[in-house]
């Protein structure tokens, strides 16, 4: 017997989250509501609600279907309706690209493994195995500096006059749906916030108890949010620009790998300044620096500082390096820091007075075995690695794997 759309709809939401692979989502797929309409050609969302047109789900398999719901609780996992505000207003046809990278690849792994369950909606999605471990805005940034010819995305972004995000008009090879972020109020988002964490700890608590594959789902929900509190108030606290400010939830690709995201700041912040103490505890700690410059380059997408001042320091200055958007990207875990001896953070601070750089604010990864300054010339934050101890003065927060 052929099932009908809304049936082939709700048979795959039910396989969906009765998979062991799957289950943990099954309380994102509750979240909003699913409409049947031609309004779009395919299938979209606004990060919250999914509309599914019957005629292209119709010539969907079952094992398709089960992709396409997958991809549109993908958005709402990583909340890309309402997160990193600056990047979706600048070109949102390349925002609506990047997201899809980052979505379509667990897709493309499970399709893989359970071909009998689940199918990518479309043969040429947008899939780059380039992206794995990717966060949206790091997608977006390459896209923007090299563009993808294999998926007709041009370098430098979309024309303006070709931005489509309402699914009416001509896409691009690859998207199977369209995306109208961006629609939702603040207290829509903040609900919705509320409503993804809460979905996050019930899909791992009840995956774990019917045998299904809750690591993904503990990860997101075991995520280390003690530090990533006080520095969104901190850098919230810091920006001098009169900008509406809107400070969503960090993407959740972010938050599996432990990463602080606020969607958007004052977009007319200033300098800003990184400390990485170097010296011997710091420098032998090669994982966390890589995980706290994901942080870094991350709070650059979002706050669109004029300039990122990095500072390397043991005892004495050993780097000094300036990021802008032409290379932040740069800012990863395979730099190779310089030093390894001992510890004085003064001095990195008296490098920015020194040479006149004048910075909004200004952040130092430190071990906290160091003299501290009497005075400071802007807020300053110190991400402590050592729990026991603490910054007389300035803000203190303390950070581990």
Known sequence: MKLSP??????????????KETMQYAGLTMIGDVIMSDAIPTAGTNGRDVIFNPEFVEGLTQQQVVGLIMHEDGHKLYQHGSAWERIRKEDP??????????????????????????????????????YRGWSTPEVYADLMKNGNEKHGIPKGGFPKVTIVVDGSGEGIPGQFDAHDFGKLTPEESKKLT???????????????????????????????????????????????????????????????SGTFMPSSISESMGVLGLVIDTSGSIYAMPELVSEFLGHMRAMFYAANPSALHVVECDSDVTAHTIYDDSNVADLDGKRVLRGGGGTDMRVALDYF?????????????????????????CPTLWAITERHISAPIGVSIHIEL
């Open 353 to 377: 007075k020194e040479h006149n750089i004048n910075p909004e604010a200004i952040v130092v990864l430190t071990d906290g075995m160091t003299p501290w300054p009497n005075e400071l010339h």
């Open 194 to 256: 509320e409503e993804v964490d809460n979905a996050i700890r019930q899909g791992a608590l009840m995956a774990g108890k019917l045998g299904g594959n809750a690591d993904k789902m503990g990860e997101l929900k075991e995520v280390k949010v003690d530090w990533r509190e006080p520095l969104e108030q901190f850098m919230t606290d810091v920006s001098k620009g009169t900008d509406y400010m809107t400070w969503a939830r960090p993407d959740r690709r972010w938050q599996a």
């Open 93 to 130: 046809m390349l925002y609506n690209c990047a997201a899809d990278y980052v979505v379509n690849l667990e897709i493309a792994d499970l399709a893989k493994k359970h071909s009998n369950f689940i199918a990518m909606p479309a043969d040429e999605a947008l899939v780059d195995e380039k």
């Open 6 to 19: 809304e049936d082939k709809i709700v048979k795959a939401r039910i396989a969906y989250m009765e998979h």
